[in-house]
């Protein structure tokens, strides 16, 4: 695992920063790589969030997968970014538990083309950038996708590279760049990501 970690640190440049997605892993895996130096970790689940960042509070924990409203509480108050905003009324949720600091958010965008695929379309981000602008407890730090597995993945890369650019016009503080995982970060580095998300890669099959 350590290698594997140090394999992939490796290779990304120095702008580019690394999630390791802990979902699947065990608490030892993650202490092992907090050791090594390793503070990002990424969970799908809001409850697995809550529980690890109260027993790892000193690593930075990410919120990668998607969000009922009923859970939100949970991302308000433990993440310390949330990638998978797509929905104004979970984003609203979310916001009425976040403390001082308002919470840095990756607003989520369908580049896939698959329609059971969560994200906003690109034709209406800016909408829906218009209305997330109201909530003032979530910060836009930039937009995270997925490319369909099996598809033109460099594409997709370079949809979301374009829907990024086109929002810093009006967003200057929403530069990152969320996009790649175990089987394609390569690729999204090369089209210009500043944050991966990688799990298996690190941690080993489940």
Known sequence: MIRRWQNILNTLPQSTQLIAVSKYTTNTNIQVLAQMGQVDFGESKPQNLRDRAQQFPNLHWHMIGPLQKNKAKYVGRFAYMWHSCCNI???????????????????????????????????????????????????????????????DTRTSFKLLHQCRDDILRSHSKATALCMGMSNDWRIAVEEGATMIRVGSEIFGET
């Open 89 to 151: 009324e979970a984003a609203e949720a979310v916001a009425k538990h976040v403390g001082t600091t308002p919470l840095p958010t990756l607003i989520q965008v369908n580049i896939s083309g698959e329609p059971q695929k969560q994200g906003v379309l690109p034709s209406d981000l800016p909408l829906f950038l218009e209305e997330f602008s109201t909530i003032h407890k979530l910060e836009l730090v930039g937009l995270m996708g997925m490319a369909a597995k099996g598809g």
